[in-house]
């Protein structure tokens, strides 16, 4: 970076241009990509879980296994577009408490009918995401300044709601709804239709569409991408409000699916998003990350998850793996630059004349 | 805050007065005593019982401890998440140590501090050298500290029984009307506030918060100083630790758990911007302060104390707006000192070099501002 020596590009003028991220052919970025690496860890842990580790291959374990991931699926599309931006909403957990609370309230004690209830709480989560984004994006604060306040103000309105009181009287066809599987036999329940469907609206989101190439130049340069033409604050509100919306939806769905609408509610959980977003591949830096690195991010810590409880093991440990895996996995990208240059130095004491050209080259890129 | 003209054209005193009423500081006192003040208004015993004085000054002991070690640690634009899980280990090893072992009080005091440091030392190490931001490590070490502490202690908690009678009258006791813990509180404050605000290190931290590349153009030990205050924040938690065990007697799976949030959170109320660079731990012990007596004082005013919670984060929200506001407000005022500079400096009116001890441009305002004001008006990218 630092020798960005003028004859280099003087002396060859007829060599043609290449693009770094682009240099090598389509299969070699595809499979030596980050999120390549945590598909294969996640399909080693589900073949290692399926022969080893009793009961794994059993009929339940897939179904509880989406179940109870489904929440972290859900949230991580927004947060996955949002830390590409460089930003960080550390209060999808308590939007999701905060409706999940309302969303009992309305139909306990405001009598209204499911439908109309669970509008209203997504039109809450809405709003919620729509505060962060408006001092986001348009007071220019820093998110995770921001977002730390939210968090605890959502929490606090849901607990200032309804105390240490719960609702649980739910429409018994929503609550059946949510339990429900797609097919009778197999092990895929009912919430991966509309994951389903919201996954790939946000893979088109993200990946397919001007607005998401804004994404991600926002995260590389939010001035540069102002100057070619990306709305930057728009973008950053619309993705915080997309997360508010998100969140409202799994705040109707954890209150179904456990039955009980509580103001603590998924407490910690933005810390498990995060944690699956960021081992999924995606830099906190901003710009950098794919969808489908972050959704096998998800399903590998489910099935670490499941394979230890199902091993006996305390939710604890489970914990230290987890924390252990996430600081690994960002360090992985300084651990493999320090071995490239321990490698580096030895190859190039064999043959010194030429190192200097390739530095020289290899800075420039 | 930088005065906008003469930055020494009034006396000291003068200037030292204007700073103080504009401070952030000040804000947050003047807050706290309408609090207490309202508050004992409401309920006498608030103030002038003597559990009400003493439960006044000692809850917030733990706390400020925390906030301290945490502002140490934004001023160089980092942040420390596991420092609850900090407090919930080191706290659960001073019970087990009185358990398990005959050592004498300021021993297994030391022994928590020092656990701490050491848990510190590991987020420093990682955050130093892997280049990762540390909102991401200490995300993962916060994980990996509270599931080793719920690991080792299982299913059983530290009872009062458990710990010596001197220890636990520590978190009783007064020394002429002041509980020993709190005393203990400010004696950590005053010692890391005068360091941050005179000691070469100190000063060293706030630079590299403040613009890390030119810290380290500058020639500043970057990853040694950033070390150093992860492991003081480390060793912080680790004598809240012993605070929280001394105050209430048990250790049970819980402490500590989500107090990160609030340390951050009485920090950034008190003026320590979160992109580092500006604020002082007096701030954020006031902050602390500010947020603990704001949730014992909910009940008494007759607000149920499940709305303490939004009240901090609208609290939070709030002090980082009028921030935001503030800053605008001064860039403003920069602008139009400039714009209405006399025309003799029309020739380089920008890039003139700011020399220290404004020998440079004595009639100029400042532009670069003290370390408080100007770091946070540009958009600090993470």
């Known amino acids: 970076m630092s020798t960005l020596s003028p004859e280099s590009t003087a002396d060859s003028p007829s060599v043609e241009r290449t693009y770094a991220a682009f240099s090598r052919p389509m299969w070699q970025r595809v499979i030596f990509s980050r999120e390549f690496a945590v598909i294969a860890l996640l399909i080693a842990a589900v073949v290692y879980s399926r022969s080893e580790v009793a009961y794994f291959d059993g009929p339940q374990t897939m179904y509880y296994l989406f179940r109870d991931s489904a929440s972290v699926l859900l949230l991580a599309l927004p947060m996955t577009a949002i830390i590409i931006t460089g930003e960080i909403d550390l209060s999808v957990a308590s939007t999701v408490g905060l409706t999940s609370v309302a969303f009992g309230m309305l139909i306990d004690d405001g009598g209204l009918s499911a439908t109309t209830a669970a509008l209203l709480a997504i039109g809450i989560g809405v709003l919620c995401g729509a505060f962060n984004g408006f001092l986001i994006a348009y007071v220019g604060l820093p998110s995770i300044a921001v977002t730390i306040g939210t968090l605890a103000l959502f929490r606090g309105i849901a607990a200032g709601l309804l105390g240490t009181e719960s609702r649980t009287e739910f429409p018994e066809g929503w609550t059946d709804w949510a339990k429900q599987r797609i097919f009778e036999d197999q092990p895929y329940p009912m919430i991966l239709i509309p994951f389903a469907v919201l996954a790939i609206a946000f893979a088109l989101l993200i990946h397919f569409s001007p607005f998401g190439r804004g994404i991600f130049e926002i995260g590389q340069n939010d001035e540069a991408a102002h100057f070619t033409g990306v709305n930057v604050a728009r973008t950053k509100a619309i993705l915080f409000v997309l997360s508010g919306a998100v969140a409202g939806f799994v705040g109707i769905y954890t209150t179904l699916v456990t039955g009980v609408a509580r103001a603590e509610n998924s407490t910690g959980l933005e810390l498990s998003v995060i944690a699956a977003v960021l081992l999924g591949g995606v830099s906190i830096f901003g710009g950098r990350g794919a969808l489908h690195g972050v959704l096998a991010g998800v399903l590998l810590i489910g099935v670490i998850q499941r394979a230890m409880l199902l091993n006996g093991e305390t939710i604890n440990v489970i914990n230290i793996v987890i924390g252990v895996l996430l600081v690994l996995s960002v360090m992985s990208t300084s651990l493999l630059a320090a071995a490239r240059r321990v490698v580096e130095v030895s190859r190039g004491a064999r043959s010194s004349g030429r190192s200097s050209h390739s530095a020289g080259k290899r800075s420039l890129s | ?217 500058y020639g500043l030990k970057i990853r040694r100083r950033v070390m150093f205050a992860f492991v003081l924040s480390g060793a912080l938690a680790g004598l809240a630790g012993a605070v929280s065990a001394a105050r209430f007697g048990t250790v049970s799976s819980s402490v500590g758990s989500g107090v990160e949030f609030e340390a951050v959170g009485a920090a950034v109320i008190g003026g320590v911007a979160i992109f580092g660079g500006s604020g002082t731990v007096w701030g954020a012990a006031l902050g602390a302060f500010l947020l603990v007596t704001i949730n014992r004082a909910l009940p008494v005013l007759g607000i149920s104390d499940f709305w303490q919670q939004a009240v901090v984060g609208a609290l939070i929200v709030g002090a980082i707006t009028l921030d935001r506001v503030l800053v605008l407000r001064q860039e403003k005022r920069l602008v139009a000192a400039r714009d209405d500079e006399p025309t003799s400096h029309a020739t380089s009116p920008t890039l003139d070099p700011v020399l220290p001890g404004g020998s440079a441009a004595p009639d100029r305002p400042d532009p670069a501002g003290s370390d408080a004001a100007g770091t946070d008006s540009k958009e600090g990218g993470r």
């Open chain 2, 1 to 217: 805050m930088s005065s906008l003209t003469h930055p020494s054209g009034g006396s000291t005193l003068s200037r030292v007065v204007k700073e103080a009423l504009r401070s952030r500081e000040l804000a947050v006192a003047i807050v706290l005593v309408l609090l207490i003040a309202v508050t004992t208004l409401k309920s006498e015993s608030f103030l002038f019982s003597s559990t009400g004085w003493r439960d006044l000054l000692l809850t917030p002991s733990m706390l400020i401890l925390l906030a301290v070690g945490q502002t140490a640690v934004i001023i160089t634009r980092n942040v420390d998440l596991s420092v609850g899980s900090t407090l919930g280990l080191t706290a659960y090893l001073t019970g087990r140590l009185f358990i398990d072992t005959n050592l004498p009080i300021i021993a297994v005091v030391l022994a928590a501090v020092l656990m701490g440091a050491v848990l510190g030392l590991v987020n420093g190490i990682l955050v130093a050298f892997g280049r990762v931001p540390a909102l991401v490590i200490t995300l993962g070490t916060m994980y990996i500290y509270r599931g080793v502490f719920l690991t080792w202690a299982g299913s059983d908690r530290i009872n009062a029984d458990d710990m010596p009678r001197a220890f636990r009258n520590l978190g009783t006791e007064s020394i002429l009307g002041i509980p020993v813990l709190t005393i203990v509180a400010v004696v950590v404050l005053c010692a890391v506030g005068y360091y941050l605000q005179t000691a070469r290190g100190g000063r060293e931290l706030y630079a590299i918060g403040s613009d890390p590349g030119a810290a380290e153009l």
